[in-house]
């Protein structure tokens, strides 16, 4: 087992800054990071693209664009689109958003997210960048992302070429889903990233922060990337956490146990 | 709009003890009242019986059986069939359980759930009591219920004969999932319960107790009934909350505000 697929998302150790994460990826032998859009704003968009690239890293993908129920989702998401070809992100992930206040017009909301990425796709296609929309847990279901199903999201990607829209297989949110299996082989080339972290419980208020690192929880890890595998993945398997207590440790200490969990039930 | 067809689920009023839930039940003209077993083993079997009949409510159902993941998941569950019937209960709620501790095989769990509904049947059938398979939102997924979507508790149920084994529509549990219509409309007369309240962000710790009274949260709940309505349920329609705000109430002001909730949302 090697690290050659492993991407470390930058959200696991959120307060490392990012030359220290670029800095502690080059020691530890990982290739490829997973960016996000607010600490590379923060950074300066071309200053974290030299930085990135200037450590050999790849940038495996950039995290979001999307949130379509918001007034200025359009020109939102073209920006996303354009920092994503500035930093060689091949695939930018696109979380769809809730409901918009006081709505209960689920079905509205999801027809927006499939009306918006037509819009978006011809501008990502020019980019150079995959949109990949991803499924949430359903327990995001109104307030971050109405689409809560790889099914579901496969349902709005198939409307586009694959090599312009495809969709992220996040271990966390799609472990529960009985059909995860089917529907992971359906998605054969549409499947644009990987990323992994572990369930526990019980859920923190606001759940957003509830997840563990490979191997702490209950999802069959190793299964689920042998199952994108035999669909035909062969690109970058990300870990990506969210987690008060992660957070709070040391961005190395963080890096190195996401490589030994990612080693021991992912690879 | 009457209230021919409202329930009103004892625990969403859990600190009202039952002869009061009972008598307010009466006072406000509900015909109905769905039980729980730990509140009426306190109050004791047969005098919960003879109070609720006494009264002339029907049980619309029992909660709960199933969590088939204990040890002793067999004879609780025999127990809780005979409790229902006591109880004049048509219906036994049946929850899973999750993983058993340290487990990831939800394949395993999912057949040990169909496994031991197979064993129950020929006993609730003997009873006259009819096991309604629940499913619980994904975020239950791993410490209560591995059957996540309707889909999948059909998938059991429909091994079975519709009088024995049916299933719960639960609108806080499937409102989420764009198959939900769908299947309805496939459950038709496998509809046990169709149980309603509202979902609100963002969930506290724990997530159990983050329900909302109907009407205080996002979900169609109209459009639901209307759609287990038109699948051919003609069944209560119980309201049942969880909810650390709820509970903090007095009793008789809960069942008001349900009973608005529902008259202004559901009916």
């Known amino acids: 087992m090697s690290l050659a697929r492993f991407s470390f998302n930058q959200a696991t150790a959120q307060r490392w800054p990012l030359p220290e994460v670029v800095a502690g990826c080059v020691a530890a032998g990982v290739p490829g990071i997973g960016l996000w859009r607010e600490p590379v704003a923060e950074y300066g968009l071309a200053r974290s693209a030299k930085l990135v690239r200037d450590a050999g ?8 664009g999307g949130f379509f129920s918001a007034d200025d ?31 209960r017009d689920v079905d509205g909301a999801r027809r927006r997210v499939a009306d918006a990425i037509g819009e978006l796709a011809p501008h990502a296609e020019a980019a150079g960048v995959r949109l990949a929309i991803e499924p949430l847990h359903p327990m995001f ?26 969709v992220v297989v996040d271990a966390y949110h799609v ?39 490979p ?18 993945y062969v690109g ?30 992912v690879a």
């Open 236 to 265: 970058p398997i990300e870990v990506e956490v969210f987690s008060a207590e992660v957070w709070a440790r040391p961005g190395a200490e963080v890096l190195d146990a996401a490589i030994a969990g990612y080693l021991r039930h």
């Open 73 to 103: 989702w359009r020109a939102e998401n073209l920006r996303a689109i354009e920092e994503a070809a500035a930093l060689g992100a091949p695939e930018l992930v696109l979380v769809s958003g809730g409901l918009p206040a006081g709505s």
């Open 57 to 64: 890293l790849a940038v495996t993908s950039l995290c979001r």
């Open 141 to 166: 279901a109104s307030d971050r992302c109405v689409i809560t199903t790889l099914g579901q999201a496969l349902d709005v990607a198939e409307r586009f070429d694959p090599a312009v829209v495809g």
């Open 215 to 232: 191997g702490d929880g209950c999802i069959e890890l190793r299964r689920l990337r042998e199952a994108v595998d035999a669909a035909g």
């Open 175 to 213: 472990w529960w889903d009985d059909t995860v299996y089917a529907q992971i082989a359906r998605a054969a080339a549409r499947i644009a990233a990987f990323q992994v972290c572990d369930w526990v419980t019980p859920l923190p208020e606001g759940v957003l922060l509830g997840r563990a690192l």
